[in-house]
Structures are given as structure tokens and as C-alpha cells.
């Protein structure tokens, strides 16, 4: 995962169980900084950790006035959002890259 001063966190590589730990608290410092893009373009692999790292950093940024974006989800998310019924909740963050 990195950050840039243009507010976009670029994840890369697998979004699972096994990382989602690792970049839960860069993901809220990041989300409460500014407005921030979650772009997932070069991740590989994403399970239900990832729409949960996404819901905790959608948290942090509207608790501190901020807004969040997520470009490139990948479909499996949309899938796994749709299953659990927050679509309505991710559909109006996503954006085209």
C-alpha cells in the first residue's frame, strides 16, 4: 500500500484476512488526513476483509468531515457487497479509474 499528497492510497497485491491488519491503521490516518480515493487497480486478490478495511476507513473519514472514493473495485467486492446487502452503501463511493 502506498499514499500520495493527491489523497489517493493505492493498494496492491492481495486484500485479505492475512493483510488486512497490517493496513488498517495507515487506511484511517489516511481517511481522517483528507479526503482520500482507495484505488484496489493492482490488487490481487480482495476477500470480505477488504469491504471490511473500506467500511471502517468510510467511518473514519466521515467521523473527522471527510470523504472517501474507491476507484477499481474489483467485481468479487461488488459481489460479496451485494450478498451483504451494502451495495447501497459502496455504490455512490465508486468511481471509474
Given amino acids: 500500500m502506498s499514499s ?3 489523497g ?3 493498494l496492491s497485491g492481495p486484500v485479505t484476512m492475512q493483510t488486512a491488519p497490517a493496513l488498517l491503521e495507515q487506511g484511517r490516518a489516511s481517511a481522517a488526513a483528507g479526503d482520500l480515493t482507495v484505488d484496489f487497480s493492482s490488487v490481487t486478490t480482495a476477500d470480505s476483509a477488504a469491504l471490511a478495511l473500506l467500511l471502517d476507513w468510510l467511518r473514519a473519514a466521515r467521523t ?9 473495485l474489483p467485481p468479487s467486492l461488488s459481489s460479496l457487497a451485494q450478498l451483504y446487502g451494502i451495495e447501497d452503501i459502496l455504490s455512490p463511493l465508486t468511481q471509474t479509474p
Avoid at 64 to 72: E, K, L, M, P, T
Fill in 4 to 6: 500520495d499528497d493527491s
Fill in 8 to 10: 489517493v492510497l493505492r
Fill in 64 to 72: 473527522n468531515g471527510r470523504q472517501i472514493r474507491v476507484c477499481a
